[in-house]
């Protein structure tokens, strides 16, 4: 829950809508797949999750929304985030995405295969309701990862230094 409403959240909304405004598709679609995988992941756990009001603002109390719907939404995001990918960008990235992309460097073929995983994992669970899925899944795991070196990693350099280090790691001065 803390991941997917409140520590992406917003600011995921917030990437995807300025990125397509400022022809930065790329930037859209790594938001996109990110959302698409946060979200997977919190239905695949908890089964009916609030979604179309997680971020009606001022609202205190919100209505569930089934499983089927947020996995239905996650396709979505998902295919969203591959037609991203196939724009060209209307902008130069500043070598910035390279260095803040921890996960891909900014590759936006890695990740595509990553949005193509999020699908088939997708497709897969709904397999389990309706075989129907099954062909879906194949067709998109056939085009998500091809080897370990594609593989989302997240890796920390602990230089000591915020930007390098682990939030809640030895390294770092915050915690005592």
């Known amino acids: 829950w803390r ?7 917003m600011n995921v909304e917030n990437i995807i809508n300025d990125s397509r405004d400022l022809g930065q598709f ?3 679609g790594i938001g996109l797949t990110v959302k ?4 997977h992941i919190l239905a ?10 997680a971020y009606v603002p ?3 109390s919100h209505n569930y929304d089934n499983q089927e719907y947020a996995f239905s939404k996650v396709r979505s995001w998902a295919r969203q985030a591959i037609a991203e990918f196939e724009k060209a960008d209307a902008t130069i990235y500043p070598a910035s995405l390279a260095t803040a992309d921890l996960i891909y460097k900014g590759d936006a073929a890695k990740w595509k295969k990553f949005a193509y995983a999020v699908l088939a994992r997708n497709y897969i669970a709904m397999a389990k309701k309706n075989v129907a899925y099954l062909d879906s899944a194949v067709i998109c795991a056939d085009l998500s990862f091809a080897s ?3 593989d989302p990693s997240l890796t920390f350099q602990a230089t000591g230094v915020s930007t390098t280090s682990n939030f809640y790691g030895d390294l770092r001065g915050n915690l005592t």
């Not at 698409?36 to 979200?39: C, K, M």
């Not at 695949?44 to 009001?53: F, M, N, Q, W």
């Open 148 to 150: 370990a070196a594609d």
């Open 36 to 39: 698409a995988y946060s979200w």
């Open 3 to 9: 991941m997917t409403y409140w520590l992406q959240g």
């Open 44 to 53: 695949s756990l908890h089964g009916d999750i609030p979604v179309k009001d």
């Open 58 to 60: 001022g609202l205190l």
């Open 26 to 28: 790329r930037l859209a």
